[in-house]
C-alpha cells in the first residue's frame, strides 16, 4: 500500500482556535472572540457585550501566536508536506474597512508563511475560516449584506499580493455549506440576528433566508477571489471548502431514499455545485420556492459564478449520518448534522458516528461529480485524553481512527479518484470551534490549557505523533 508521490501529508487549524493574541499586533475583534467556553451539554454563549470574569478560550486559545515556531518545528519532527492554516481577518483590516491593511498582521502571517518554507513545508490557507470580524456583523449583520463582497475582495487582494511567490493553494470559505444550517449563520457568516442580546449558540434566532442571500454574497466573493488570485499569480489554486455530511436512507423505502436525496442537495452538493460548475443547480428553485426563499441577484451575478469556478475540491470528513421518512426513528445524540443514528455504526465520546468506508463512498461520489483534484483537509477523532504518570498519552483510539480513515483514503485513489492531501484537524490540540471547550482534543500534539482557564501551555508528543511520523515517513505504508 502506497499514495501516490508528492502526496501533501500535513495538518490543519484555524487562527481563532489556536492563536490567542487575541488583542496583540493591532488585531480587531472578531465573531468568535464574544463567544464564551462551553461543553458537549452546555452551549458556549455569544455576548456582544463582554463580560467580565467570563472566560472566552479565543482570547489565548492555545497561545499559537507567540509559540507559531515551536509548534512548527514540532510538525517538521511528523515530517509534514503541508499545513493548513487561516489567517484572522481582524489582523489584516480590524474592523474589515480600514483604507490600508495593517502591517503587524500582515507580518505576522509572512513569518508563519517563512518558517514553513523553512522545513520544506507547503501553506495552504484558508482566507475566511469562521471568523467574520465583529464590527461588521455590528454595521453590516455580516454576510447577509451584499456590500461584504467588495470587503472580502479587498482582503483578498492585500493577502494575495503580499504572499505572491510564497504560497500556492488557498481556499476562500471554511465549510461554506454549513450556512446552509442555522448553527452557520454566525459561525460562519458573522450573522446575528439580535445583536444586543446574549444568545446561546445552539438556538440562535434563525432566519434562513439572510443565510441563503448571505451564500450568494459568499459565493460571488468567492468567485472574484478566484479570478483575482489568478491575475495576481498564475500558480495560485483556489479551493472550496466543503463540510461533507456523508448520509444514507436508514432503509431502502423509497421515502427514505427521497429524503436522503433531498438531504444531499442541500447538504453537501449545492455549495459545491456552485462553487465548481459556476451556476446554481436546478433542485435549489423548488427547495426555495417551499422556503419562501427569494435569492436577490444583481446583473452580472451569473456570469461572475461561471467565471469564478474553483481549482481544486477539499472538505472536511468526521461521520456520517442517516435519514429516515419515519418520525420515530432515533436521532443521533450530538449530531450537529441532524439526521438519525446508523444502526452498524459506533459514535466517538461526542456522539460523531465514525464510518471510515463513508469517507471512501464520499470521494468516489465527489470526484465522480466535479473530476477536480481533492483534498481531506479535516478529519479526525475528537476525545478525552490523559496524561501518563511517566507523560506519555497513549491514544490508541485516535491512531486507529486516522489509520483507518487512510486506509479508506486508499481505497479511494485505487477507485480511481485524484486525492492529492491529507489534513487531519486540530494537529495540535486547540479550541473547539462548536462547543468552545479544550477537553474535546484532536491533536498529535497535547496542550497543557485546561477549561478552567489553567495550564502552562506547554506541548508534549502524543502517542499517535510517533505513529503519524511513520506513516508520512513511508508515504502511508507502514499504517501499523
Ligand atoms: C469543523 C471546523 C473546525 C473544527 C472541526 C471540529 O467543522 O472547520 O473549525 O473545529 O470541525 O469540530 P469541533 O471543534 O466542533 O469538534
Redesign the pocket.
Known sequence: MSFPNGFLWGG?T?AN?LEGGWQEGGKGISCPDICTGGSHTQSKRITPVLEEGTFYPSHDAIDHYHRYKEDIALFAEMGFKVYRFSIAWTRIFPTGEEKDPNEAGLKFYENIIDECLKYGIEPLITIS??EVPFALTKKYNGWASREMIDIFVKYCEAIFNRYKGKVKYWLTF??IN?ATMPMGAFLSQGILNETEKTTDFMSQVDKPELRFQGLHHQFIASALAVQLAHKIDSNYMVGC?I?YATSYPLTCHPDDIILNQQNNHIMNWFCGDVQCRGYYPSYMNRYFKEHNIEIKKEDGDDEILKAGCVDFYTF?Y?MSVCQSANPDATKGQGN?MGGVNNPYLKASD?G?QIDPKGLRYSLNEIYDRYQLPMMVV?N?L?AFDKIEEDGSIKDDYRIDYLRSHIEQMHEAILDGVNLIGYTP??CID??????GEMA?R?GFIFVERYDDGTGDFSRRRKDSFYWYKKVIETNGEDLK
Not at 486547540?430 to 462547543?435: D, E, R, Y
Open positions: 490543519a484555524a482556535q475560516h469562521y471554511n465549510e454549513s471548502m463540510v472536511s468526521y450537529i461526542w460523531w479535516e479526525g475528537g484537524w486540530g486547540l479550541v473547539s470551534a462548536s462547543t474535546k484532536y
